[in-house]
C-alpha cells in the first residue's frame, strides 16, 4: 500500500511539475507577446480600417478660417495639424486688422487626442440625443448651424485615430465659445509619419505647443490644454514639462487615468500580475505632482463621466486629488460614459463656462 500510495503521489508530482513549467512557458510567451506589442494595443491608430487614410478636414464641416500644418519634432518626425482660427458670434462684423486683434484676445485651445479617438457609434449619439433633445443645441443669433447632425455625420466617418475626428469638437468650441483650435494627429496616426511612442507623441505635443507660443496670433492668447483619455495624459505631460512657464492658462481633462501599470491589473485583470512589463506607462499621476501650485500653475478642469466602463472614475479621481493647483474644478456627468461624456447635455456649457471664469477676456465680444 505504501509503495502504491508514493507512486501515486510522484506521478501527481510530475504531472503537477509539468502544469507548472507549462504555465511558466505559457506566461512567458505572453509576456514576450505584452512587451513587444504593446505598442499596437495602446495605440490603435489604424483601427477600424481606413483611419490613417481618409482624415476629414474643418471645410468638411463648414469651418472656413483653417489650415493644415506640418509640424517636425526635434527627432524629425513630421506630424500633422489642423489650424483653426476663432469664428465672431456677434452681429458686427470685423476684419483685417481689427479681426486679427480679436482673435489675439481669444483663447487658444490645443486639443490633444485620445488612442484611437471617441468611438461613439450612430446608436449611442441617437440615443444621447433622445434623452437631451438640446443637448448641442445653442443660442447662436443667426446662421444657427446644426451641431446634432454633425455629430451623427461623424459616427459614420471611417477616420478615428486622427485629429480629422475631433472636428465636430473643435466646431463647436471655434463657433460657439469662439476659440482658436489647433488640433494635432500624434505621430503614426491620421496622415502623420512615424510610430506612435510615449516618448515621441510627448514630443509631438510639444511641439504643437512651440507652434502655438510663437505664432503672430496665438503668441499673446491664453493658451488651454484639452486632452480626452489618452490625451488627458499627453496634456499633464506637457503640463509639467512647461512648468512655472506661465504661459499655459488651464488644463482640461477628460476621462484619463493615472497611470497604465495602475490601469492594467483593473482593465485586464488576467495579465495584472505582468503589468510591470508595461513600458509606455504614462505615469501622469506622478507628472501631476511635478505641477507647482505657484502663481503660475494652471488651473484644471476634470470632466468625468461616471458610468465610464473603461477607466474607472477613482483612476481620474486620484489626479484631481493630486492636482497641486489651487484652481482646480471637478464636474461629474452622471449619464456619461468613457465614450459619449463629450455628448452629455452640459459638457460643452461647463468647458465654455470655466474658460470664462479662469480668463474673463474668454467672454463673448
Not at 513587444?36 to 474643418?58: A, D, H, N, T
Not at 487626442?113 to 443637448?135: D, I, Q, Y
Not at 505647443?209 to 480626452?228: A, N, R, T, W
Not at 499627453?234 to 514639462?241: C, T, Y
Request: glycine share 8%; charged share 20%; hydrophobic share 40%.
Amino acid at each position: 500500500m505504501t509503495s502504491i500510495y508514493w507512486s501515486w503521489l510522484m506521478k501527481i508530482a510530475r504531472l503537477g511539475a509539468w502544469v507548472l513549467k507549462f504555465n511558466a512557458a505559457l506566461v512567458g510567451v505572453i509576456g514576450v507577446l505584452l512587451y513587444s506589442f504593446q505598442g499596437k494595443m495602446i495605440y490603435p491608430s489604424s483601427m477600424p480600417q481606413g483611419s490613417r487614410e481618409k482624415v476629414p478636414k474643418p471645410s468638411d464641416f463648414e469651418m472656413k478660417d483653417w489650415q493644415e500644418i506640418e509640424l517636425v519634432a526635434p527627432d524629425q518626425v513630421v506630424t500633422k495639424a489642423f489650424v483653426i482660427l476663432a469664428a465672431r458670434r456677434s452681429e458686427k462684423s470685423l476684419s483685417g486688422k481689427a479681426l486679427e486683434d480679436w482673435r489675439r484676445r481669444r483663447p487658444t485651445i490645443l486639443m490633444l487626442h485620445a488612442n484611437a479617438g471617441n468611438v461613439v457609434s450612430g446608436t449611442s449619439l441617437r440615443a444621447c440625443e433622445t434623452a437631451h433633445p438640446t443637448f448641442l443645441s445653442f443660442d447662436r443669433p443667426r446662421n444657427d448651424i446644426n451641431f446634432k447632425q454633425t455629430f451623427l455625420n461623424l459616427s459614420d466617418n471611417q477616420s478615428l485615430g486622427s485629429q480629422g475626428h475631433r472636428l465636430p469638437i473643435a466646431k463647436v468650441l471655434v463657433e460657439r465659445y469662439e476659440c482658436n483650435v489647433v488640433a494635432i494627429s500624434y505621430r503614426g496616426y491620421g496622415h502623420s509619419s512615424g510610430t506612435p511612442s510615449e516618448k515621441g507623441i510627448l514630443l509631438d505635443s510639444q511641439t504643437a505647443f512651440d507652434y502655438i507660443k510663437s505664432h503672430p496670433i496665438f503668441d499673446s492668447s491664453p493658451i488651454f490644454l484639452y486632452g480626452q483619455s489618452l490625451g488627458g495624459a499627453v496634456a499633464i505631460g506637457l503640463a509639467a514639462n512647461n512648468v512655472n512657464k506661465g504661459k499655459i492658462a488651464g488644463v482640461i481633462l477628460e476621462n484619463t487615468f493615472a497611470n497604465l501599470r495602475k490601469l492594467i491589473p483593473v482593465v485586464m485583470p488576467i495579465i495584472g500580475p505582468l503589468s510591470f512589463l508595461c513600458h509606455q506607462t504614462w505615469y501622469s499621476d506622478q507628472r501631476m505632482a511635478q505641477i507647482s501650485d505657484g502663481p503660475d500653475s494652471p488651473a484644471f478642469l476634470f470632466l468625468s463621466g461616471t458610468k465610464d466602463d473603461l477607466i474607472p472614475t477613482s483612476h481620474f479621481r486620484i489626479l484631481y486629488d493630486l492636482c497641486p493647483s489651487k484652481q482646480k474644478s471637478w464636474k461629474a456627468f452622471k449619464d456619461g460614459n468613457h465614450n459619449d461624456t463629450c455628448l452629455q447635455k452640459d459638457y460643452f456649457p461647463t468647458m465654455g463656462s470655466w474658460i470664462e471664469e479662469i480668463h474673463p477676456s474668454a467672454k463673448h465680444g
